[in-house]
Nanobody
Framework: QVQLVESGGGLVQAGGSLRLSCAAS????????MGWVRQAPGKERELIAT????????YYDDSVKGRFTISRDNAKNAMYLQMNSLKPEDTAVYYC?????????????????WGQGTQVTVSS
């Protein structure tokens, strides 16, 4: 079973950038499709980006498409989320999530393994 630890959150002004990192351990990282899920206060968890085990295929929710970029480095057992042009509505706790490759992947419920989360706050 893979274990996940996020880092890189913080406070940024609207229009700014942040880069989140997710460090994985405990299993063969390339066997897992990875995703970033966020949850804003009072809202449901939202899967905003996901990447295949090889890194060759990505998916983005419309809310972040063109502004966020998901990537991974399997040699370093790490995944990243580059967030540009941040908006106040991007404020949320961001979670790194993992599932074994194969099967459905478009919902947060498809991912059984989560990190502890990192807070991102975007001020207007």
């Amino acid at each position: 079973q893979v274990q996940l630890v996020e880092s890189g959150g913080g406070l940024v002004q609207a229009g700014g950038s942040l880069r989140l990192s997710c460090a994985a351990s405990g299993s063969t990282f390339s066997d897992y499709r990875m995703g970033w899920v966020r949850q804003a206060p009072g809202k449901e968890r939202e899967l905003i980006a996901t990447i295949s085990g090889s890194g060759g295929r990505t998916y983005y929710d419309d809310s972040v498409k063109g502004r966020f970029t998901i990537s991974r480095d399997n040699a370093k057992n790490a995944m990243y989320l580059q967030m540009n042009s941040l908006k106040p509505e991007d404020t949320a706790v961001y979670y790194c999530a993992a599932k074994r490759s194969g099967g459905p992947y478009a919902s947060p419920s498809n991912y059984p393994t989560w990190g502890q989360g990192t807070q991102v706050t975007v001020s207007s």
